[in-house]
């Protein structure tokens, strides 16, 4: 029977009971702030805000490195000699850890590696399916499982809803007119993941109680998720009236006993506070 470690990048946004409780390895991307880089994870999520309230300038975000990669990679081996790694990287067409990752893997045996096509907690949804697939099935192969990988990940679905389009403006993915427009006519537009891209989603009109509960209405009404993987979560800053709120319509919906789960820097530093996601698994 293989010995299988998985492995993601810090965007994924694990929290840590999930990565104790299924030995997941996770390899730091990075946050730079002016003339300094962090590893993701080094520092508070705080500091991301706190920089760009500062000097009115985005914290830049890049991929996990290949020596990143290598340094984690050799860790494992160091540790399990016969493991077999699953890498199930964050979303190929938003930034080089993909890339980085193939190239160290290239000095190792025993590597398979996988596109999860999903951010934050819609990584954490694949890994966390993963992880428990492999646990239930511990004699199937490396490709039977990233087979599985590759079918999940068309089946996760997820939404962001961002309280303030700042960030988005500040970074270029918003025009100036477009957010002057959302901010007269008070209208919260949501992004979804397809096939890896951010890309808009619906549009919102009133108060972000209002789209919030709107958000999550339409997301059980355009999915067919099982409501056992259903997550939510979100940046710093959203208030717990907000999640009794979404924990109310949750329970609607047949989803018990979820916790709210924190988004780290790397997607923080894009979508500002207080920004809402939600995630889930369509039914096979």
């Known amino acids: 029977m293989k010995k299988y470690i998985i492995t993601t990048e810090s965007g994924s946004d694990l929290p840590k009971e999930i990565i104790d409780r299924y030995n997941i390895k996770v390899i730091p991307m990075n946050v730079t ?11 508070e999520v705080q500091k991301v805000f706190d920089y760009y309230d500062e000097t009115g300038t985005l914290s830049k975000t890049s991929g996990s490195t290949p020596e990143d990669c290598s340094r984690i990679y050799r860790e494992i081996y160091t540790e399990f000699p016969d493991a077999h790694i699953i890498h199930i990287a964050y979303s190929a067409v938003t930034t080089v850890s993909f890339n980085s990752a193939n190239i160290a893997a290239e000095d190792f045996e025993n590597i398979s590696l996988v596109d999860s096509k999903h951010l934050t907690i819609g990584a954490t949804a694949v890994v966390k399916s993963t992880a428990e697939f492999i646990e239930a099935n511990p004699n199937e192969t490396p490709e039977g499982i990233i087979a599985f990988i590759e079918r999940l990940s068309q089946r996760t679905r997820m ?3 961002p309280k303030t389009l700042l960030y988005l403006k500040a970074g270029g ?5 477009a957010f002057r427009g ?9 992004i979804i993941i397809e096939n890896g891209y951010l890309v808009s989603g619906k549009k919102y009109r009133g108060t972000f109680e209002r789209s919030i509960k709107r958000m999550i209405n339409d997301f059980f009404l355009t999915y067919d998720v099982d409501p056992d993987t259903v997550l939510i979560g979100g940046s710093l800053g959203v208030s717990d009236e907000y999640k009794e709120i979404i924990y109310n319509l949750l329970k609607e919906r047949g989803v018990h006993n979820t916790k709210w789960m924190s988004a780290g820097a790397v997607i923080s530093s894009h979508s500002g506070p207080s920004a809402i996601a939600i995630t889930g698994i369509e039914k096979e």
């Open 159 to 161: 939404v962001f809803i």
């Open 33 to 43: 702030m002016g003339d300094s880089t962090y590893p993701d994870g080094s520092f």
């Open 182 to 190: 959302a901010n007269l006519l008070k209208i919260y537009p949501t």
């Open 173 to 177: 993915r918003v025009s100036k007119l």
